[in-house]
């Protein structure tokens, strides 16, 4: 049976090849004679000004260039209510630098105002993605506006792992135990909180809400590959505990999380290939339709948008801030950790990725709200998939070039998480429809893997309470990664 998507691809194909024939057949005016004789009955627009990158009409600004009164005023409206709110945060933004060089012994108000910073750098990282995204082709604008929103999480990612110090009395956090617990944390977040938040939205209008299999189909699929993926080192780790040299076996663990990582980006870089060329008339027509059923169609195109030098000049400032805010956060997690009692997997797994994801989440919902579901529910499943096969791996790869003992040997707790929320977000996904009920079912989820995060011990923490225990990594020198498997 043929899908209606691809009916639609095709018929847009042949409406452009018809389009092309008239256009190449329709005669054209070269003398003012053949010019309409009363020009003041059109209403004719001035031309947009010309630009060496061609930009789609969907993201025209009618400007170029650089002009600050209106780069300030389109980056304060935004793209949407939330994201208006959302700036209101931007005063926190001067306070914690400020207080991070003037109080530094003040640590957990440190924490806190760079926390609440992130919230609104990232918000312009994505809304100056969006607007950079709407000005090419939709399927590479949903991949680049899915990878812009990702620079927060690589960022993090990376500020982590070159801050990394062996475990030790002086340094009991694991930064690269973090980095593993916010890679399942960021994918868990966006696969249950966001899409459950989508799914919610889309309910406030509407009793269901439907969306192309295209879509779910190679999400889901891509999802439990990358699951799969992301548990083979656990799982060759956990089997040889005990069994083989510790060292050895950390050894082969972590060669095998690098060849791992490898064979993911290779994987996401097939399905980049896939959505941009031998299947991107689908897609295309599928996001087109998006677009039209949008109920906010027609206040975006009113909406003032940034010029292409502006989108880039915001994006970045924004990375500029992203960068100097992630490093304050990551200086004081040992704080948060050592002194507060906080849990290192509550902050992995919850702390990190809500903040570096709040401005994805939020355009998703937005898209939600307006009827656009399958345009919200790629850009769930792209930015779930870009974790799951790109920046995780790419944390891998980062931490084998500065000779960090970054690998996939994840907590069995958190695994087994990650593994039932993508047969859980998979068996919503099968019937290509969604309600506010699967929504509340997937925000239920995710809150009570948070309450279980918040009370998982620290490994040094098991270690103390349980220092003969033969599942505990006793030795200092190896007491890094593998130090809470049991």
């Given at each position: 049976m043929t899908s209606p998507y691809h009916t639609a691809a095709r018929e847009k194909r042949a409406a452009e090849r018809a389009s092309d024939e008239r256009n190449t057949t329709l005669p054209v005016a070269s003398t003012e004679t053949e010019r309409p004789h009363h020009p003041h009955h059109l209403h004719i627009h001035p031309p947009a000004p010309k630009s060496w990158f061609p930009v789609r009409e969907a993201g025209e600004s009618g400007r170029s260039g650089?002009?600050?009164?209106?780069?300030?005023?389109?980056?304060?409206?935004?793209?949407?209510?939330?994201s208006r709110i959302v700036n209101i945060l931007w005063p926190v933004v001067p306070a914690a630098l400020a207080v991070r060089y003037a109080a530094p012994h003040q640590e957990l108000a440190i924490f806190i105002?760079?926390?609440?910073?992130?919230?609104?750098?990232?918000?312009?990282?994505g809304f100056a993605g969006q607007n950079l995204a709407k000005k090419v082709p939709h399927v590479f604008g949903v991949l680049a506006e899915t990878t812009f929103g990702s620079l927060v999480e690589i960022i993090m990612f990376t500020v982590l792992i070159k801050q990394y110090h062996p475990p030790s009395p002086e340094h009991a956090v694991d930064n690269t135990q973090v980095v593993r617990a916010a890679i399942l944390g960021s994918i868990l977040a966006t696969m249950l909180l966001c899409?459950?938040?989508c799914f919610i939205a889309a309910g406030f209008k509407r009793k269901e809400t439907h969306f192309s299999e295209i879509v779910s189909e190679a999400g889901s699929g891509l999802?439990?590959?990358a699951g799969f993926g992301l548990a083979v080192p656990t799982a060759f780790y956990t089997a040889l505990y005990g069994r083989y040299d510790t060292n050895e076996l950390k050894r082969k663990t972590l060669e095998i999380s690098q060849s791992t990582a490898v064979l993911l980006i290779i994987a996401y870089l097939v399905y980049v290939f896939f959505q941009m060329r031998t299947h991107h008339g689908i897609y295309d027509a599928v996001f087109e339709a998006d677009h039209e059923r949008d109920d906010d169609k027609h206040k975006e195109l009113?909406?003032?948008?940034?010029?292409?030098?502006?989108s880039i000049i915001a994006l970045t400032i924004g990375i500029g801030l992203v960068t100097i805010i992630a490093i304050t956060l990551v200086d004081k997690i040992h704080y948060l950790v050592e002194k507060r009692g906080v849990s290192d997997a509550f902050v992995g797994?919850?702390?990190?990725?809500?903040?570096?994801?709040?401005?994805?989440?939020?355009?998703?919902?937005?898209?939600?709200?307006?009827?656009s579901m399958n345009i919200a529910l790629?850009?769930?499943?792209?930015?779930?998939?870009?974790?799951?096969?790109l920046n995780g791996p790419l944390a891998v790869i980062i931490g084998w070039g500065l000779g960090v003992p970054m690998g996939f040997n994840f907590e069995v707790f958190d695994l087994a998480m990650l593994l039932l929320a993508i047969l859980t977000v998979g068996n919503f996904l099968r019937d290509q429809k969604s309600n506010y009920l699967e929504g509340v079912l997937c925000v239920i989820v995710y809150v009570a893997i948070g309450v279980a995060a918040a009370h998982y011990p620290n490994p040094h923490a098991l270690h103390e309470a349980f220092p003969g225990n033969g599942t505990i990594t006793t030795a200092p020198e190896t007491a890094g990664s593998e130090a809470g498997h049991h």
């Open positions: 650089f002009h600050p009164w209106h780069f300030f005023r389109v980056i304060a409206r935004s793209s949407n209510l939330a105002l760079a926390y609440i910073a992130m919230v609104p750098c990232a918000n312009l990282v899409l459950g938040f999802l439990l590959t009113r909406s003032h948008r940034l010029t292409l030098v502006e797994l919850i702390m990190i990725p809500l903040v570096e994801k709040a401005a994805e989440h939020l355009t998703a919902v937005d898209e939600a709200y307006d009827n790629s850009a769930v499943l792209g930015s779930t998939l870009q974790t799951a096969l």
